[in-house]
């Protein structure tokens, strides 16, 4: 069956050509200028996807837990498996050949805009722009046909996941169509809408000086005029910094500084600014509704690109947090920018405050002089984790960029390889856990040292070197334990630290050697990626974005740090005030909330608000049901086999034995000090690239993560198998004459 | 899934959906032997029934060992199975043989399930079995693995 098609060659029906072909097709019929184009049918699409086992590898992929119960990070871990499969899946002969004879026939070897042109039945959902993905200065037989898979693959990306739940994934409706067209450099470019989305008698014109992929992805602002909708006419015009434009240079496409001429004048007269709003209202006529109209401007023509409905209201309501999704997926130079944000202002300004509030004495303040220190911190706290959600969470999309781009450049057997070229790096958590060990070689090697810890705690130590070290430790990295649950108080975690340090010591030698190999590989790998992106001419874009990745990957660890120094300062003043209501007598006060707290301690008679038991009855209404096996993500290769420590609260940490497999509900910013000692970790929250999946890979520990109720599911004491390659979790006892790869029997 | 109830309800479906189970038993000699069975489950996945003539291997294993386990599954031999089907493993042992027709509320809940064998169940030369089932196994999504345990394992019938 046919493929590929010339535009007048093609009938109206979406099923099989897609929306924006089809709409394409109406225009050029109506007479508008549109630049050469091909389209690429959903049978293509079908035909690749039912000669090969990508279908059911997609549905796997899919079904590994319920959608709903996935989180965006798990969302956006399939879909770069999925992505994966389309890239290292050969398209068939027949069909290449079918569509590399039109390309060469209608474009002999000029550089190309591949896009998507979905079905009608994802229009609902999929309207507005940027859910699947298009590729612009394509060039060359090889490089499309690999660019038109990237299209399909697209269909299953994260970003059309989240919008497609409606269709409930199903594999049947699922089709994706693709417009082959000339790259039309135009001097100038942009966007019009009929209609403004927001207001109904207005309409918007938008233009940028180059390509209008900067104005789409939000790197370039462009000018803005408004117009009257009914007379098209100018109502006002907003002019930007001009500052940046999209060019093709080789075969990419990459952000420059504009000329200075340039960035004084608007790129579009006013004149010619009511032409292309009159054309997109002719346009509008056309399909006779509202119409977003994106264009090109070569000499005094305007070159229509896409057309589609206008669609108001993307972000649904105000629980969908999609919206709030997809603005973390940031262009490589907002990252850049909010690198020197989070290095130059945020990191320091963290860390001052950290000590400041830590110079504090709390127990030489007043009761009301503690409930003041206490809601100051409270409110730093607050602010700091607002800027967590801000900055830092988006700043971690720097890691994804890059692995998009070194998984098309390498086309590795496995999706997150590019994880290799960013990890071993030194981290702050783990200068942390080296200085632990440091004190623990010391306690080691005195052993009078030792039997007065275990005899009378931290606490009662006179050995002064010892001391010392303890103190600067704690005033380099805070004391882990305090700060990470509420329900201790921070005297008690020193002698819990202690022993934590004691199992420490020793453990280097395995650890070192695991590095060894790594930092070998690390290095084939990246000699690999850059050879290959500089025989395709980017390898400063490449360089740029390892470099971008590597400082996101160390900051996922290093703003848990620093923001779990802020929260034990916070956690120090809660401690101060449950002790001195305790001492009152007030009932439960170990657990009474900040706000509580805050309360009682300036107002003697304030009521409690009531304080929750903490018990969970799901473990009681479970004594028939046990899990034997559960399916999470492969975090951290590996296999090992340990009993289970599931972490509740600070007390389960300070019980943690080497050679136990970490069982959480997520890897706190300040737990991490006690994953070298795991022979595994298990956590409920999903993710390849979450902070406790990076220490685990860092220290070579099997890590499975997003295993659902795995902190009910699973008990203390269990023996489990952690299986990090398949990302599976085995719960009991296995025949201890099996032996599994990497794993004493 | 933590929740039993959820747990009990997914079982219980499966159980309804099918008419055909696999069973494996085992003799005195080194191979377990599995068949293909017509089976019932009562409601509250205590017990699972089901006939067979008396001359069959299947009767004579059961008769040496009453420990037995099933396989119950809802694939469609496409490589859909792979993320959709379930299955779910049942152990348990034979608790009651009844060559009588005295379990008259059993009987009956297998013949609804499978009104076809009434002759099949009245002859003379068929035994309706009894297992008493311990434990249920139920597997999806590729691997999940999830337990639900109705009898203590150390509460073996007496047979």
């Known amino acids: ?53 990508i279908k059911e590898k997609i549905q796997l992929e899919l079904h590994r837990k319920k959608f709903s119960d996935m989180r965006w990070e798990e969302i956006w871990d399939a879909a770069l498996r999925i992505r994966n499969l389309f890239l290292r899946q050969r398209m068939q002969v027949e069909l290449a050949r079918e569509i590399s004879n039109a390309l060469e026939k209608n474009f002999a070897g000029n550089s190309l805009v591949v896009r998507s042109s979905a079905p009608e039945e994802d229009a609902a959902a999929t309207s507005f722009a940027g859910l699947h993905e298009s590729f612009v200065n394509i060039r060359g037989t090889e490089p499309i046909l690999e660019h038109v898979k990237l299209v399909w693959a697209s269909l299953w990306s994260d970003r059309a996941l989240l919008y497609r739940q409606e269709l409930d994934l199903d594999f049947a409706k699922s089709s994706m169509a693709v417009v082959v067209q000339e790259l039309v450099a135009g001097e100038v470019s942009g966007v019009t809408f009929s209609i403004n989305p927001t207001d109904a008698t207005e309409g918007v014109v938008e233009a940028v000086y180059g390509l209008n992929q900067g104005l789409v992805d939000g790197a370039v602002e462009p000018d803005r005029w408004i117009f009257h909708r009914k007379e098209a006419s100018i109502k006002e015009h907003y002019t930007p910094q001009r500052e940046k434009f999209m060019a093709p240079q080789g075969d990419d496409v990459i952000l420059t500084g504009l000329p200075e001429n340039k960035s004084l004048q608007a790129p579009l007269s006013p004149e010619e600014a009511v032409a292309i709003y009159r054309k997109a209202k002719k346009i509008e006529n056309v399909f006779g509704k509202p119409q977003d109209v994106e264009w090109t401007k070569v000499g005094n023509d305007f070159f229509i690109l896409q057309s589609r409905p206008v669609t108001a209201g993307q972000d649904g309501d105000k629980d969908d947090k999609r919206g709030w999704y997809l603005s973390l997926q940031r262009s490589e130079d907002n990252l850049k920018k ?21 110079k504090i004495d709390l127990r030489s303040l007043s009761d009301k002089g503690l409930a003041g220190e206490l809601e100051n911190r409270l409110q730093v706290k607050e602010k700091w984790t607002a800027i967590y959600w801000e900055d830092f969470i988006p700043f ?23 994880v290799e070229l960013l990890s071993n790096v030194p981290l702050l958590s783990k200068n942390r856990n080296k200085a632990l060990r440091k004190i623990g070689t010391y306690v080691q090697q005195r052993p009078d040292l030792q039997h007065a810890i275990a005899a009378g705690g931290a606490g009662a130590i006179n050995d002064a070197e010892f001391n010392r070290l303890m103190e600067g430790f704690i005033s380099l990295y805070g004391d882990p334990f305090c700060g990470t649950y509420g329900d201790r108080t921070c005297n008690v975690s020193r002698d819990e630290l202690v022993s934590v340090i004691m199992q420490m010591a020793g453990n280097s030698t395995t650890e070192k050697k695991s590095q060894i190999g790594k930092e070998a590989n690390k290095a084939e790998l990246e000699s690999t990626f850059l050879k290959i992106s500089k025989e395709g001419g980017k390898r400063a874009r490449a360089e740029g974005l390892l470099d971008l990745a590597r400082t996101s990957y160390r900051f996922r660890d290093d703003d848990n740090i620093v923001l779990g120094r802020i929260e034990e300062q916070f956690f120090r003043a809660l401690e101060e005030g449950r002790q001195r209501l305790k001492k009152r007598h007030v009932d439960g006060a170990a657990h009474l909330t900040a706000r509580d707290v805050l309360r009682s301690l300036v107002d003697k008679r304030y009521k409690l608000s009531g304080t929750k038991a903490k018990e969970t009855p799901a473990k009681q209404e479970n004594q028939h049901i046990k899990a034997r096996q559960l399916l999470g993500q492969p975090a951290g290769p590996g296999i090992s086999r340990g009993r289970a420590r599931v972490i509740d609260s600070a007390r389960d940490l300070a019980l943690f034995k080497k050679g136990e497999v970490l069982v959480c509900d997520a890897v706190e910013p300040n737990m991490t000090f006690i994953v070298p000692l795991a022979a595994g970790v298990i956590e409920r929250r999903g993710g390849m690239l979450i902070h406790g999946a990076i220490i685990a890979r860092e220290y070579g520990i099997a890590c499975v993560t997003g295993v659902p109720n795995a902190a009910t599911l699973i008990h203390t004491g269990d023996e489990v198998t952690v299986d990090g390659y398949l990302g599976i979790v085995t719960v009991g006892q296995l025949d201890k004459t099996i032996s599994l790869p990497g794993v004493g029997k | 899934m933590t929740d039993k109830k959820q747990l009990q309800r997914e079982i219980a479906e499966l159980l309804l959906s099918q008419k055909l189970a696999v069973l494996a038993t085992q003799s005195s000699e080194v191979f377990p032997y599995a068949s293909l069975i017509a089976f019932a489950a009562t409601d509250d996945l205590h017990k699972i029934v089901f006939s067979t003539p008396k001359a069959t291997r299947k009767f004579a294993n059961i008769k040496h060992n009453p420990k037995v386990s099933l396989l119950i599954d809802d694939r469609s031999n496409n490589a859909k199975d792979f993320h959709d089907a379930k299955a779910v493993t049942v152990l348990g042992a034979v608790e009651r043989i009844d060559i009588d027709a005295s379990q008259k509320e059993l009987a009956s809940l297998y013949l609804s399930k499978h009104p076809y064998l009434e002759d099949f169940l009245r002859s003379p030369s068929t035994a309706f079995i009894i297992i008493s089932v311990w434990s249920y196994y139920l597997v999806s999504r590729f691997q999940e693995v999830m337990e639900l345990h109705i009898h203590d394992e150390n509460d073996i019938p007496a047979f």
């Open chain 1, 1 to 53: 069956m046919r493929t590929t098609y010339l535009l007048s060659e093609i009938s109206q029906d979406s099923k099989i050509f897609g929306g924006k072909a089809t709409a394409l097709m109406r225009l050029q019929e109506a007479g508008f200028r549109l630049p050469a184009t091909l389209c690429i049918s959903t049978e293509a699409y079908k035909q690749f996807i039912s000669g090969s086992s």
């Open chain 1, 338 to 358: 909010l690198r020197i944000k989070i290095e130059q202002e945020h990191f320091p300004a963290m860390k001052k405050e950290a000590a400041e509030l830590a």
């Open chain 1, 396 to 418: 971690a999309h720097g890691m994804r960029l890059f692995g998009k781009l070194y998984n098309d450049t390498v086309s590795p057997e496995d999706p997150f390889e590019f």
